[in-house]
């Protein structure tokens, strides 16, 4: 079984930056395919952003690139998310999630980990 525990959200005002990590345990983190997930009220969980196990793959939705940044660092199991020039639009609960197969995926359903979220609200 694997535990994610994320922090480092809060409230920022638009064109601040926040970063989120992500702490794995019950497994090796180098094991696992990493994703940062968000959820906004009243809409679906989507993907913000991917990490390979070794880290040199990554994938980001088209509506973060360029601002946010996913890197991990398997020594220390964990994986963070940099948010630069937020926008008020980014504020959402913010849910790490983690899959033991190879392949990136931006499917949610093929997620077998999650943590318990962390809320971001970006102010204009």
């Known amino acids: 079984q694997v535990q994610l525990v994320e922090s480092g959200g809060g409230l920022v005002q638009a064109g601040g930056s926040l970063r989120l990590s992500c702490v794995a345990s019950?497994?090796?983190?180098?094991?696992?395919?990493m994703g940062w997930f968000r959820q906004a009220p009243g809409k679906g969980r989507d993907i913000v952003a991917a990490?390979?196990?070794?880290?040199?793959?990554?994938y980001y939705a088209d509506s973060v690139k360029g601002r946010f940044t996913i890197s991990r660092d398997n020594a220390e199991n964990t994986v963070f998310l940099q948010m630069n020039s937020l926008k008020p639009e980014d504020t959402a609960v913010y849910y790490c999630?983690?899959?033991?197969?190879?392949?990136?995926?931006?499917?949610?359903?093929?997620?077998?980990?999650w943590g318990q979220g962390t809320q971001v609200t970006v102010s204009s």
């Open positions: 019950g497994r090796t983190s180098s094991e696992l395919t």
């Open positions: 990490i390979s196990k070794s880290g040199d793959s990554t």
């Open positions: 999630a983690a899959k033991p197969l190879g392949y990136i995926s931006v499917r949610s359903h093929e997620y077998r980990y």
